[in-house]
């Protein structure tokens, strides 16, 4: 992993249309501002990998499948 | 073209059912292609779907319509994320999400945080994270479910 130092109101720049930049430092949180296009998703990362978890779980549905249907048959 | 799927066996699908997600689903990035399978058994259309992926068959997740647990489901998306679908109506959206299902059959959840959404005329989706923080990753429903089922059971 790349590692820089950055203070205050510094900055990074990837590639060519994605900034990071420092906007805040307060005990042990650090507030991050990110320009980038809105194409780009950013995402927490225990968000991110709470859903890539959940797809993992969803696929491994191997629940008895009768009472699965029951449950969602229409009436 | 006939596919191999998880809990339907060997199928004929029509080309015009596979629905392209260009960035794959998280946790499987790299399975581009899939299709929406129900059991249609009874000939009536169960509450339940499964996303299958065509490139490998034991890729297929439960899902449902978030409105089936969330009546008044309404998540922010960005609509920069939408674009590569195409152009969405109220005609062409399709919004799924996926549950998961422990051998217990009450701790049922359902990923309010992380629809699917698809475009029915373009046949692009997406998994999308929507903003609210208020939709749970794992949302328990099977009470309200059950409830809501035994209303319409008793009438």
């Given at each position: 992993m790349l590692a820089l130092s950055r203070k205050l109101n510094e900055s990074i720049v990837i590639g060519n249309d994605i900034e990071v930049t420092i906007l805040e430092v307060k005990g042990d949180q650090v507030k991050i501002g990110i320009s980038a296009p809105k194409s780009v998703p950013i995402y927490r990362k225990e968000i991110y990998l709470q859903i890539k978890e959940s797809n993992k779980e969803a696929v491994e549905t191997n629940a008895n499948e009768e009472v699965l249907m029951k449950l969602f048959k229409k009436h | 073209m006939l596919i191999n799927t998880k809990h339907f066996g060997k199928i004929d699908l029509d080309e015009d059912k596979i629905i392209t997600f260009?960035?794959?689903?998280l946790g499987f990035e790299d399975y581009k292609k899939y299709t929406l399978l129900y059991d249609d058994e009874d000939g009536e259309r169960p509450d339940i779907s499964w996303l299958q992926s065509l490139d490998e068959p034991m890729l297929a997740l439960p899902v449902i319509s978030p409105f089936l647990v969330k009546p008044d489901y309404n998540p922010e998306v960005e609509d920069e994320l939408l674009k590569p679908l195409g152009s969405l109506s109220e005609d062409n959206i399709v919004v799924l999400i996926s549950i998961t299902v422990p051998?217990?059959?009450?701790?049922i959840t359902a990923n309010l945080r992380a629809p699917f959404i698809m475009n029915s005329d373009s046949r692009k989706g997406a998994q999308i994270i929507i903003?609210?923080?208020?939709?749970?990753?794992k949302y328990h429903f099977y009470n309200q479910l059950a409830a809501h089922k035994a209303v319409k059971e008793g009438k």
């Open positions: - | 260009e960035n794959g689903i051998s217990d059959i009450e701790k903003e609210n923080p208020e939709y749970e990753v």
